[in-house]
């Protein structure tokens, strides 16, 4: 292998051969790399079109900044290459002329989840893995559910019994082993990693493992790359576990690093629920960890994460791009959901109404300004949320 794994909090490296999980002192592992940065000319060829049949798309043409060798296939369904759109109505609508939306929606398994799992299930096969095991608050269970369908390799999720269950049916539908339980994600993740040491399926939980992070990166190599190769002023970004926010950090670090971008990086401001927001008191307050959210509640259930694993890692993103943290209220989240869906055709999630709802505070209170390009994520699409019971009578 030419990398390693390095731990996120005292940078002592670690062997990343077999089903490396986190750091002996508790927390996540990062992927370093020990190959040549890559170069221009590979830059251009990534921008070459790709009219073959057989032409590699999605994320995983990105393989010089990704834990994969030339002779491995990866596990994979097309991920990737998710549009970067124009929204000049609701880019009105909130006041930032300049906006774009990243819409993870159109991701194989219905969001950006299926980035990391894809990489996860990935490295993990390769790795020796004969089962996998992992909680979800709905996304990342269907998304593994699916990747572990492909690999061949049976997967068990434990989901709160409050998760969407549009979200549930497609768990079920990829063979997922769902086992519903009372109580928010982190009582699901200790009923999964008690499975895991009963049973010795590998632990799919977000920042347990050591690769769902390098998936998420390519969503801001994506970036780079539908921007010409350069960059937004600012990100806003759904923040759960916070994979996403802190793979982004580091794909901009390694771009800077081989030469690809140059200049400032992005803000980066993560938005919460208000009614679980962690992050954002603890970035208020000036910590570097975060306490656990008490009886955690929002529509969406992406959100709906007490007490992440990730925080050090998200909060030091957040203070070293310059950027912030915003709470926003389910109804506003929903509204904008809402609007933004019948503005612009985009299936917009819960967590991606937060995104816009987290935009138009950030405008309003003047961190934000009509001269910069910002970039807000729909993390997935909206009609895994939607009850069919709650439509409208006669549709």
Not at 56 to 66: A, Q, T
Not at 89 to 100: Q, S
Not at 256 to 274: E, F
Not at 336 to 352: H, K, N, T, V, Y
């Amino acid at each position: 292998m030419d990398w390693y794994l390095e731990c996120s909090l005292d940078g002592r490296r670690v062997d990343p051969a077999g089903l490396p999980t986190v750091c002996e002192c508790g927390q996540p592992l990062l992927v370093r790399y020990e190959r040549e940065r890559p170069s221009l000319a590979i830059r251009s060829s990534l921008l070459a079109p790709r009219s073959s049949l057989f032409a590699i798309r999605g994320m995983w043409r990105w393989r010089p900044f990704l834990p994969i060798a030339n002779s491995e296939q990866p596990i994979a369904l097309g991920e990737g290459d998710t549009p970067l759109l124009e929204v000049p109505r609701l880019a009105a609508r909130i006041g930032l002329p300049r906006a774009l939306v990243k819409d993870e929606g159109v991701n194989p398994t219905g969001s950006f989840k299926a980035r990391g799992l894809s990489a996860a299930v990935t490295r993990a096969v390769f790795g020796g893995a004969k089962a996998f095991t992992l909680p979800t608050a709905g996304n990342a269970g269907v998304a593994a559910s699916a990747y572990g369908a492909r690999a061949g390799v049976p997967v068990r999720v434990y989901a709160p019994k409050t998760t969407p269950a549009p979200i549930l049916a497609q768990i079920v539908a990829y063979g997922g082993d769902l086992v519903l339980l009372d109580g928010h994600i982190g009582d699901c993740g200790k009923a999964s990693r008690a499975y895991a040491a009963e049973s010795g399926a590998f632990d799919l939980s977000t920042l347990r493992e050591p690769y769902r992070i390098e998936g998420k990166k390519t969503l801001g190599l994506e970036i780079a790359e539908q921007l010409g190769w350069s960059l937004p002023d600012a990100i806003i970004y759904p923040t759960g576990g916070g994979t996403g926010l802190i793979g982004m950090w580091k794909a901009f670090h390694e771009l800077r690093d081989a030469g690809w971008v140059s200049g400032n990086l992005p803000r980066m401001y993560t938005v919460q629920a208000a009614g679980c927001a962690p992050v954002v008191k603890s970035f208020e307050s000036g910590a570097d960890r975060c306490e656990a959210w008490a009886e955690p509640w929002t529509i969406a259930s992406g959100l709906r994460v007490p007490g992440p694993l990730g925080d050090r890692l998200m909060l030091r993103a957040l203070r070293e791009s310059g950027g912030g943290a915003v709470a926003v209220t389910d109804a506003a989240l929903a509204l904008e959901a809402r609007e933004a869906s019948r503005l612009e055709g985009i299936d917009f999630s819960p967590e991606g109404g937060a995104a816009v709802a987290a935009a138009k505070t950030l405008q309003q209170q003047g961190v934000l300004t009509a001269k910069e390009r910002v970039v807000l994520f729909n993390t997935g699409a909206g009609w895994l949320y939607r009850n069919p019971a709650e439509l409208p009578p006669g549709t």
